[in-house]
């Protein structure tokens, strides 16, 4: 079955520590998404990709990296700078073009130990 | 630039009531407008879309008609059930842009009740 898959589930984070959130597709889409959901912000874009090695700060890029060395794969890091990383992170994939549909992974819940 | 604003919620309804979720929106282009739906500890799936003014999206019960000339796109449901309850999203993707990420709304959270 074609989708996207988002790991771990849950993740902890210790004071000062990077931590990198992974998502990979096998829908065969050039574009990729990080959003960041808190409780009652709606989703917050962090960054996305249209294609293999670019990329794009999305509203709220700092204090988070990402990479894009295959189309398959966006991983994102959370790192020591973003001071306030407890959240929902989504991980979207669509075809690049005006107006597509985005599909979202399951998501990955990050909590600040 | 472009926004989407959607009703506060909660909503509370009781199962087989009639459902409305207002959503407006403001666009530099001509933008296509979607709801998603995100059930507890999900991520979002696709409920409907439309692309052009006067289309209506429909799914599983839902519909939605793009409104041009009041820049809205309101979710109805003519009877819910305790499975609808779920936060739902619309959003909207200006198509005269290029490829560009969606923006979303608040959500509005809906609780059914049997």
């Known amino acids: 079955d074609g989708g996207i898959t988002q790991s771990p589930k849950y993740l902890f984070r210790k004071e000062g520590q990077n931590v990198t959130l992974s998502c990979e597709q096998n829908l065969n889409h050039d574009a990729m998404y990080w959003y960041r959901q808190d409780p009652g912000q709606g989703l917050r874009l962090i960054y996305y990709s249209q294609i293999v090695n670019d990329f794009q700060k999305g509203d709220i890029a700092e204090g988070y990296s990402v990479s894009r060395e295959k189309k398959e794969s966006f991983p994102l890091t959370v790192t020591s700078a973003q001071k306030n990383p407890t959240a929902f992170y989504l991980c979207?994939?669509?075809?690049?073009?005006?107006?597509?549909?985005?599909?979202f992974g399951p998501g990955t819940r990050l909590l600040v130990l | 630039g472009n926004s989407v604003t959607q009703m506060e919620g909660p909503v509370t309804l009781s199962e087989e009531a009639f459902l409305t979720i207002n959503c407006t929106y403001t666009?530099?282009?001509?933008?296509?407008l979607f709801w998603y739906v995100q059930y507890p500890g999900e991520g979002l799936q696709l409920l409907l879309k439309a692309t052009k003014a006067d289309d209506k999206g429909s799914n599983k019960g839902f519909e939605a008609t793009y409104r041009k000339e009041t820049t809205s796109f309101h979710l109805e449901k003519g009877s819910v059930q305790v499975s609808d309850s779920a936060v739902y999203f619309c959003a909207l993707s200006d198509r005269g842009s290029g490829n560009t990420p969606l923006v979303f709304g608040k959500g509005t959270r809906l609780s059914v009740i049997a």
């Open positions: 979207a994939s669509s075809i690049v073009g005006s107006g597509e549909t985005q599909y």
């Open positions: 666009a530099t282009g001509y933008p296509s």
